[in-house]
Structure formats: C-alpha cells, structure tokens
C-alpha cells in the first residue's frame, strides 16, 4: 500500500490509493491540523466519500478541484459518510449533498447532537459553555474569550448509522464499526473487501485525538472509558491498513490503537499520584494547569485551555469510575480528590 508522511498542506497531493480509493487534502484554515484527508471509495453508482472537511470557500475548491484531478466530479457522489460531526470532517457534506444529491450518513449518537445544535440559539451556546468554564474554576479572560465564536452547525444527516450497518455503496463492502470517545457517535470504516480501515480521528499515527467532556462536570458518562474500549475493539481487527482523518496513512492500525491505550493508562497513572500527592481537592481547571500537554499551561491560548480542560475532566471521570478519586460538590465548583488506599 502506498503510504504518506506529515507534510504542510502546500505540499499535499490527491493521491490515487490503488483498488478504487482515493485521497484529496482540504485544508482547515487557521488550524494546527493543517488538514483532513477526504477518502473516496469507487461503485457502479458513483463514489461514497468519507467526510467531507471544514467549510470554507478554500475548502470546497480543494476538495472539488482534487476530485476534479483523480478523473471523479463531486456532482456524481452518491454519498457521505461523516465519521463524526466536527466541522472538520461534516462541515462541507450539506453542499456536497447540494451539488450532488447525495445522501448524508453519520451515526445515530452524533446524529442526536447535531439536531440538538441545529435547536440552539447562538446566545443560548455561549451561555452554555460561559456557565460550563466557570464551574470548571476558569477564570473570567479565559471565559471570555473561549466563548466568541462558534463553527457552524453541520448539516442534519439523510440517513442514521448504528454499529455493524453496511454503507450504501454498491459493490463493495463499507462496515460501521462504532467507536466512541473522541465523539459518542464516532465510527471508523472498515473496507472488507479491501481489507483497509477508516479511522477518522480514532486512531492517528502520531498525535492522539482529543477526548473530552462536555459539560466538563458530568458524572452520568465516561468518554475516555467508552474511547478505550474502542481501541480494544478496533485492535481485535487485526493488522489492517489505516486511512486516518489527519497526518498520514500506516499500516497496523492494532499495534498504533496498543500505542494509544498504553499512553492514556500512564496519563491516568500520572494524575491520580499527582491528586494523591494533594490535601486538598482541586477543581477541573486546577488539575489541568497542573498536567503535561504538548506545551507549558501559561502558552496555550483560552480555546486550547478549554479542551485541555476537557480532556482533564475525562481522566478525572474515568479514575472516578475505577474508584481510585472521588468528586467534592461545592457551591459554583465541583472538585476531586485522591481516595485514601
């Protein structure tokens, strides 16, 4: 299988992957991603894509300019299958769908939150998310200014996924493999006739895709659990060739998913010694000044320190969940604390 490594998104290429898949990078604009890579999959009936990337004018020309390039035109896709509902990879399915008539697939979860959002107001968000930072401990800058923009919604899906369903796509075999975590409705793809997986942002072959709570003080879910049992599942596939969402596509997805389990158990490690080492229990803000991220606290900007702040709570709630910390209710701020061994 031809393979790609990282390179800026000037230096991308639509690529032709052999056996009726292609590539094409859309470039996210002002994201450190740089791009999602926006497969296509060849049938009797036109090609199905898998996401569709951000939306923005730059994007649209890329992704149909790069279609245009592999010998295929966008107003013939039959289908998009979205991988999970960030902007990044469902942000252009509705004007695919106007261009084509092409039907939308995602699954039923993230289905379920994308007509959540199409119900919400833009003030009735940033309420939400203002009263989310603070009860997190953030402090007023930082709400502020993480609540000033907002992507837009994706487009509402023409057709619900569960675990297990085939995609419509005639002649070749495209399976729904639920993996939540990263998103509750997050699937990969697996090509069964080609023995290839689609990974949208499960499992990447350097960074680790962001898993987060949100509302960050939710005690009824655990994303990270949920996110590592995934990896499990998608380990039991055996060595099958990856085609992620980002970076660059490798071979044995099962070894890369072993790879990211065995870092989020040091990370969990990590920070139930760090809570245990405390006397007194720290907020969800606190906890993730206090953990490592790719760089110092003070460096990251307040949207950067809302995720951070997500991904904390996820630890957070998953040591909760093996009862090795417990959560202290307070007034305006929930916090958690080491249980005594």
Not at 166 to 187: M, N, Q, S
Not at 199 to 212: A, F, N, R, S
Not at 252 to 267: P, Y
Not at 289 to 314: C, F, H, I, K, Q
Request: glycine share 10%.
């Amino acid at each position: 299988m031809k393979t790609t490594r990282r390179r800026p998104y000037t230096e991308q290429r639509p690529q032709d992957l052999g056996g009726g898949v292609w590539s094409v990078p859309v470039p996210i604009p002002g994201n450190p991603l740089g791009y999602t890579l926006v497969y296509a999959v060849d049938s009797p009936k036109g090609p199905v894509l898998v996401d569709a990337g951000w939306n923005h004018p730059d994007a649209w020309a890329a992704l149909s300019g790069g279609l245009r390039t592999l010998g295929l035109d966008v107003t013939t896709v039959r289908g998009v299958v979205v991988t999970h509902f960030h902007p990044d990879h469902a942000g252009l399915a509705g004007q695919v769908r106007a261009e084509s008539g092409a039907w939308i697939a995602m699954h039923e979860s993230d289905a379920a939150l994308v007509r959540l959002m199409h119900g919400l107001a833009d003030g009735e968000h940033r309420d939400f998310q203002a009263d989310m930072l603070r009860r997190a401990g953030a402090g007023h800058e930082d709400v502020a200014v993480a609540t000033a923009g907002r992507p837009d919604t994706p487009a509402l899906p023409d057709r619900e996924l569960r675990d297990g369903d085939l995609v419509d796509l005639p002649g070749r075999k495209l399976r729904a493999v639920h993996t939540p975590g990263h998103t509750p409705g997050h699937i990969c793809l697996h090509l069964e006739d080609a023995d290839r997986l689609f990974t949208g942002d499960h499992v990447l072959p350097d960074i680790t895709p962001h898993v987060g709570i949100y509302p960050y003080d939710r005690d009824d879910v655990d994303p990270l659990g949920d996110f590592l049992e995934s990896l499990d599942r998608v380990g039991e596939l055996g060595p099958l060739d990856a085609l992620p969402a980002h970076e660059w596509i490798f071979p044995d997805v099962a070894a890369r998913a072993a790879e990211i389990r065995h870092h989020h158990e040091e990370k969990l490690q990590r920070l139930g010694a760090l809570l245990a080492e405390r006397a007194q229990p720290l907020t969800i803000w606190e906890t993730a000044a206090m953990m490592t991220w790719n760089r110092p606290w003070d460096d990251l900007s307040p949207v950067l320190r809302g995720m951070a702040a997500g991904e904390a709570a996820a630890h957070l709630r998953t040591l909760e969940a093996r009862g090795v910390i417990r959560r202290v209710s307070g007034v305006d701020t929930v916090r958690f604390q080491a249980l005594e061994s």
